[in-house]
């Protein structure tokens, strides 16, 4: 049983990651300047991205990954986010005074972990890309060891992690018990009646809920969100939170047992997540924190797109390809927003992350007229606006619920939305309407530094790009072997 | 005559070009920034006016159609077209707009640049709604529009800006969201969003809509239009809007942003809801009619200028939806030309308070009285415009309320009783203020040495009487160009309950539905 060179290239992008990851840290003695750092971490996940273009479509190590066009497209979302948030790092790091090299070798095995995740076909697999994710997540939250908030939030993410991993772990033992295999492809054809596989997989679903903060499992957020360095933040925003959606969409889409019990929960999830993430965003004054509610509000709206897609199995007349599509597309979107969104928070919080308070914001339309039409296009994207991305994945979300008649689901969705203008307009009412009180601190951000502009550019050109030429991605996500059976 | 052919996309794009042109002057340069703005906004209304040669009288359906595909899954479609209703709405956008222009030559003084800015991208938004033919890109424009005049009324608006900013914004919000729920659904029953496939599709004889269903589509896209409108109940963000507002803004909020609602349920919710839009009729003639009479009172009782010619607003566009939903042609051509007189002589209005405003730094009618002696000038063309506004005769006011009653009257006498005590506490309102604040002694000192209005002002009043009077007396010409589209609309509405109504017994339909048929009819089998 030797796994053949096609196989070992399905999983070049995740070697290549690695291997720059201890390129880096290996590098560090000898390579004292912080931008060649930079440069080459961005090489690494540029590389890593680009050797998709290498891998075959099929199933490689005896069925443990399942490299396909959904695959490949998860793994181009999270190399754009790593490398992106790289790039937003270099002045972050410089700022803080932090080291980069570890910084960007966690990263890179983040993102490897993430890559795992995506292809993951087998549920031991889909563990090791969570733990390689999880593992180095924890310790980037706690990168700016001196804060304390930095610190707390990396306990709790770790003890509320490992304690979900716990949940996953346990729920793959089940699963094995009632199936006799973790392979998801076993999985599907045992008998879909078994309490045991019912238990094992409800065990999983509220482990990876904790991963992508579906409440009831959304507690660490916020506090891991706003004590985690910023452009951590961005990261965990986007990248480990749309891998682990991958893996879910693959498990519950993959395992069609008891499907109406999948149909309950999933629309559970999705309700409670979106108005906790919402009412929750209602009262923050603090716009990192705000953010943070606001990616669980967007879980919810994920989430309802999941619900959408289970409801397909149950009628095989429809496809279920335009629910896969918005959440996809969804999830694009939302990522790069939410990464154009925090390094602008990165920026704006200046030296020691001071300044990120809504008075902070205050006037930042006549200070920085850049950075807070940037800021608008964003906040105006996780509002739903038209011309953005985050209005057409509102659209397609809407779109897959309605088609499978989730009226009611579509209509809290849509209430969650209003609710979801109020505060995302109250940050673009700050920075244009109201007048910065007093002088502006020494230490607060006179401008976006160039990096962290490019990031900022790059995100708001997607942004516009996706709201008003969706076309090509679309093609994408709506290809017809999207995900590849195995059978 | 190449260009012919894109005549709606450059109307709705031209302003966008001159806002690009905007950014690129520097925010101090004042001077160009005004003139630059003021030059495209008279191009885009000269341009318009080449709408009243191109759509042709009587014609039924749309001229100038322009049809390209934008998405491919799910179809949308860039679809834009025109016809008499719509093209009189896109010439008072663009004739609003100049006068925005000017109304703010003194009032707005920091972030000239991005006051014309926004100007201009309202615009853009306001005429795409108008041209829109396909529910998607009607949606998207109908969205982009809130921005620009969110962002109008919080920056340059008055003390509680912020306040009515987001709540104008929340609440209009709140209703498309509903809508976008209504398009899917729709898009979800029919398989397109595009306008004239879906009224096929709908009204084909194999397609059957439960009564249920139909109403709740219903609703998703009326409730959006009466947000907008704003019809009482939902009344409660315009007060607040107009009233923060700054002059220019309150001029399109009232001139136009209200029509949307209006001009939504004449375009949407009758000829694809006919049979929930009659259910409705009476629920709604009773808002409308509430609206009006309310509307009228609390204007009466406003201590504030401004408040006083919002809640008139309430009351006018109450006459409008009373006259839409009678599915009376006379009526219904009264409320597409009063949208028009309303938005001609609610925008002078403005205008003329927003003056006051710039000289005098306060709406509150008790701090005039006797201006007639510093302003002459201002007060004859204040007298002029409200009588216009009350309806007097030979004015624009008088013909679209006069038609609305007339046409309400021969569908429902009580109706249109109540509805015309609204044309009487008009007066009561508007002659008791003017009384106010022309009348009678100068009682503070600092209006003695008021300035009157100056050549720009006067110019820009000028205009607006000219129109106020040639509307009065020229009504035909209007009532003409619309009538074909207005006599459309309504044919929508009967075609298919008709052909129900003659086999009520026919197996698919459900009881249900049959039997609100002929509890309806009456209100339903009125002739023309």
Redesign the interface.
Known sequence: MTPSAADLIRVLPETIWCGFGVLLMLLQPFLKNRQGLTLFAMVGAAAGTLATYFGHMGSGFFGLIQFDTYSLFFHWLVGLVAFLVILASDSYLERENLASAEFYALILFATAGMGVLASAQELLTAFIGLEMSSISSYVLAGYRRDAVKSSESAVKYFLLGSFATAFFLYGIALVYGASGSTNLVQIASTDPSSNLLRLGLTLILVGLGFKVAAAPFQVWTPDVYEGAPTPVTALFAAGPKAATFALLLRIFTTIHAATDFWFWAFWILAVATMFVGNLGALVQTNVKRMLAYSSIAHAGYTLVAFTAVTTMKLDPNTGAAPAYAAVLFYLLGYSLVKVGAFTIVSEIGGKGESYQTLDDFAGLGTRQPFAAAAMTLFLLSLLGMPITAGFFGKFYVFKAAINSKLIWLAVLMTINSTIGAYYYLRVIVVMYMREHKGDVPAGAATGLSPTAAMVVVVAALATVYLGLLPNHVLGIVLSQNLILSAR | MELSGHLLSILIFFPAIGALALLCLKSEDEYWIRRLTFVVSVAEFLLSLILLRVVAIGAQGYALTEYKSW????PINYHLGVDGISMFLVILTTFLTPICVLASWKGVHH?IKEFHVMLLLLEVGIIGVFLALDLFVF???W??M??PM??LI??WGHGR??YA??KF??YT??GS??M??GI??L??LTGTFDLPAIQLTLQSAAFHLAPRTEMLLFLSFFIAFAIKVPLFPLHTWLPDAHVEAPTAGSIILAGVLLKMGTYGMIRFCLPLFPEASHRAAPYVAVLAIIGIIYGALVALVQPNLKKLVAYSSVSHLGFVVLGIFTFHTISMQGAVYQMLAHGISTGALFFLVGMLYDRRHTFEISEYGGLVKPMPQYAAFFLFVALSSMGLPMLNGFVGEYLILLGTYQVHWGWASWAATGVILSACYLLWAYQRVFFGDVTHDENRGLSDIDAREKWGLVVFAVITLWMGLGSPYFTRRVAAPVDWVIEQTKSKYAEEAVKPAAPSQPAALATTIQQDSPTRTVSR
């Open positions: 998405i491919s899954s799910p972030r949606f998207l424009f969205e982009v809130l921005i969110a962002f919080g920056i800006r912020i900013a987001v914004f929340i919000m709140a969201a509903f976008l729920v899917l659904w898009y979800n």
